[in-house]
């Protein structure tokens, strides 16, 4: 630790509530303590600027720089998205009953074991069986050849042959192989290279272009053409949608990949700037209709128990023209620029507005809490706007809205939580849209999570190198997300489509019929 530093330390624990000092003096050192505050602050952030400049001249002769080890965590740290300081945070358990184990597995066939009846007395009775259940997998080969009857005509001078089934024509591999192979890539994330190794150990022959083939091209048509009808079917579910995005690598280049969803659909989209315009236009997929299709607009009522203060959208947009705000009424999102006055109504996430306040690291114990206090009864009043969005009443709505008024306008006395609390104040009418909408999540965990499978993806991947490889990406990581929370096995549905038996019902209707029965 610098000299400077070493002097400040018998400072740091320092309660300015123990010493006894008349106004005016108080002032004093309570200004002389924010400014030491800010010339820590300031010293801090060089030290890391110095270590970053000595690690990339490190790198830069070849050598490597000082390593990145994360802080200590302590124990009982909560690790949710919702860190509450001197609070025990929530269980995540799940509330409903555990369904046994026995009752989960399902049994295949049977082989019965009798007993060697020369090794035991001659009196012995039969008296039923003891079960026993060992569950095992078979991985191997199921490669058929089809022999294809013909038959000749004298009379008409030509040849008939039976015909394959149609998922088969034109086919070199099954539907369960095709489907095993997009399911390892997007739901296991297994590479590609790996995939091979798997198939050609398993005696399938088969090149590292076939199944490139298989993850981009073969069927994507097809699944894209899904992917859309569960988008126009999960803009109908409920008034909100959250929307979020990280960074993305396309051919060696930076873009950006984006999420819009809720409880029952996911979709993803790639674009090259992460700008307003960008945003308005993420819908334009859609701006030509299946043939036959007539797409609800927001001014029609839907009928969901959750929507209970929906407003019409403003007319006059044409269908050429339509943006983001002609199919979305609310969207649930974090303070970026790029999502600002796109649609009629935005939520923003009080998890990422905490944030700002955890971020805070003063020098001094005093400051510290303050801030711990403060973030405090930040989750306090978090906890009465869930209770109200459970129960909503006129009385409740202007208690906290007054709350909020007088929360957010107190002064610490700590000039950088008097600088946070003051911007918290600004977001009143996006941080409160509960009040008016109490369907509207107080979060915005739903994108984050939904995001988190591409961002796994994306670290083995490193991202994608061609146009239809990151369509691909698009349309089957949403279909996979919307298939999770459906609860559809997304192997059986990928299985379905690509045999061309359509036993299981569109994902559109899926999405649809869970957001007429509710959550579960």
Not at 162 to 189: D, N, T
Request: hydrophobic share 35%; proline share 5%.
């Amino acid at each position: 630790m610098t000299e400077p530093l070493q002097y400040l330390q018998n400072l740091q624990d320092i309660d300015l509530a123990e010493l006894d000092l008349d106004s005016s003096t108080y002032e004093l050192v309570q200004r002389l303590l924010n400014c030491i505050e800010a010339l820590v602050a300031d010293l801090n952030e060089a030290q890391a600027e110095i270590q970053r400049l000595r690690d990339e001249i490190a790198r830069l002769k070849g050598e490597k720089g000082k390593p990145k080890i994360k802080a200590n965590r302590s124990p009982g740290q909560a690790t949710d998205d919702k860190p509450r300081p001197s609070r025990k945070p929530k269980s995540c358990a799940d509330s409903g009953q555990r369904v046994p184990r026995k009752e989960r597995i399902e049994v295949d066939r049977e082989e019965v074991i009798k007993l060697d009846r020369g090794e035991l007395p001659p009196d012995v009775e039969h008296r039923g069986y003891r079960n026993v259940v060992i569950q095992n997998i078979i991985f191997e080969t199921d490669t058929v050849r089809y022999r294809l009857e013909r038959v000749y005509s004298k009379s008409e001078g030509k040849f008939y042959e039976a015909s394959l089934p149609e998922a088969l024509q034109k086919q070199r591999y099954g539907s369960e192989l095709q489907a095993f192979v997009i399911m390892l890539y997007f739901e296991l994330r297994v590479p590609e290279e790996k995939i091979l190794n798997l198939l050609q150990s398993a005696g399938i022959v088969i090149s590292a272009g076939q199944i490139s083939n298989i993850l981009i091209k073969k069927h994507l048509q097809v699944f894209a053409e899904e992917r859309k009808d569960v988008l126009r079917a999960g803009l109908q579910t409920t008034p909100y949608h959250h929307i979020d995005d990280t960074g993305a690598r396309v051919a060696g280049v930076n873009h950006y990949f984006s999420t819009l969803c809720n409880p029952y659909y996911s979709s993803f989209f790639t674009h090259r700037h992460k700008n307003h315009d960008t945003v308005a236009g993420l819908l334009s997929l859609l701006e030509k209709p299946a043939e036959g299709e007539d797409v609800q607009p927001l001014t029609e009522e839907r009928p969901l128990p959750q929507q209970r203060f929906s407003e019409p959208r403003a007319e006059g947009s044409s269908a050429e023209q339509k943006q983001l705000g002609d199919y979305v009424l609310i969207l649930i999102c974090d303070d970026a620029p790029q999502f600002h006055n796109q649609t009629k109504h935005r939520g923003l996430c009080w998890i990422h507005e905490e944030r700002h306040f955890k971020k805070l690291r003063p020098f001094f114990e005093t400051h510290q809490k303050l801030v711990d206090g403060f973030r405090s009864e930040i989750w306090d009043y978090y906890d009465r706007l869930e209770a109200y969005a459970a129960a909503p009443t006129e009385e409740l709505k202007q208690e906290l809205s007054a709350d909020f008024d007088e929360l957010f306008s107190c002064t610490t006395g700590y000039d950088e939580l008097d600088r946070r609390i003051e911007l918290t104040y600004r977001k009143k009418r996006e941080l409160l849209l509960v009040l008016d909408f109490p369907e509207v999540p107080l979060d915005n965990n739903e994108a984050e999570r939904t995001l988190r499978e591409y961002i796994i993806k994306r670290k083995i991947s490193n991202g994608t190198r061609t146009e239809n490889g990151t369509e691909a990406w698009e349309v089957f990581l949403s279909l996979l997300d919307t298939c999770r929370k459906n609860d559809v096995n997304f192997y059986d549905y990928l299985c379905d489509r690509i045999s061309k038996s359509y036993e299981m019902p569109p994902l559109a209707s899926i999405v649809s019929a869970r957001a007429r029965d509710g959550p579960t």
